[in-house]
Every structure is written in structure tokens, then in C-alpha cells.
């Protein structure tokens, strides 16, 4: 079971980019989902979480108003819209699920799969 982590990169300040989220080995539909991420000498923090069905998502207050968790049309895979990027966005990007049915979980330690990551480094 893997989840794969795309689309980071190198942009500048007030750049765009979409991270997806693609699983194999098994499906997701029926997960919650969410992003972290992690920048050197810090510890993972939570970014967006989005519920089983997709209809509610949670946000870190520092990417509130910036970014946007989305679920694919399948639900299997998981979107992150990050638009306004600061240099304090730099960081390893990683999604993760687990199976929980009620609601968004905002804690590393609730989540059970998580994909490789991928480097978001926005430049001043």
C-alpha cells in the first residue's frame, strides 16, 4: 500500500502549485485524507484534512484563506491547491490517510498510511 505525493517544486513567492495524492495497493475512498508537511529542524506539522465523503475540510490557521483540500471525482485520490505561497510554505509536503468515519482528523499520530513526500520550496 503506497501513497504517491506530486506536483511539488521550485516557485517564488506568491507562485501556485497543486499537489496530488495518488494511492495503489488499495483504495481510499472510504478515508479521511489529509496533507502535512515538514521543514528541516521542524516537526511535521498538520496542513489540511478533508473527511471520507469530502464535504468538510479543516486548515492550519497559517495556510487558511491559501490553500484548498480537494478529493477527486473517485474520492480516491487528494488534492492540495496552495496559491499565494510564502517562503514559509518550504517544506516536504506528505499525504496521509487513515479510515475514519467521523469527520477530519488533524493529528499525525491518528493517521495510519502516509506516501513518501514531496519538496515545495518557494524562493523570496
Known amino acids: 500500500v503506497q501513497l504517491q505525493a506530486s506536483g511539488g517544486g521550485l516557485v517564488q513567492t506568491g507562485d501556485s502549485l497543486r499537489l496530488s495524492c495518488t494511492p495503489s495497493?488499495?483504495?481510499?475512498?472510504?478515508?479521511?485524507m489529509g496533507w502535512f508537511r515538514q521543514a528541516p529542524g521542524k516537526e511535521r506539522e498538520f496542513v489540511a484534512g478533508?473527511?471520507?465523503?469530502?464535504?468538510?475540510?479543516d486548515y492550519a490557521d497559517s495556510v487558511k484563506g491559501r490553500f484548498t483540500i480537494s478529493r477527486g471525482r473517485a474520492k480516491n485520490s487528494v488534492y492540495l491547491q496552495m496559491n499565494d505561497l510564502k517562503p514559509e510554505d518550504t517544506a516536504v509536503y506528505y499525504c496521509?490517510?487513515?479510515?475514519?468515519?467521523?469527520?477530519?482528523?488533524?493529528?499525525?499520530?491518528?493517521?495510519?498510511?502516509w506516501g513518501k513526500g514531496t519538496q515545495v520550496t518557494v524562493s523570496s
Open positions: 496521509t490517510a487513515s479510515e475514519y468515519y467521523s469527520g477530519i482528523l488533524v493529528k499525525a499520530d491518528d493517521y495510519v498510511y
Open positions: 478533508i473527511s471520507w465523503t469530502g464535504g468538510s475540510a
Open positions: 495497493g488499495r483504495t481510499f475512498a472510504n478515508y479521511a
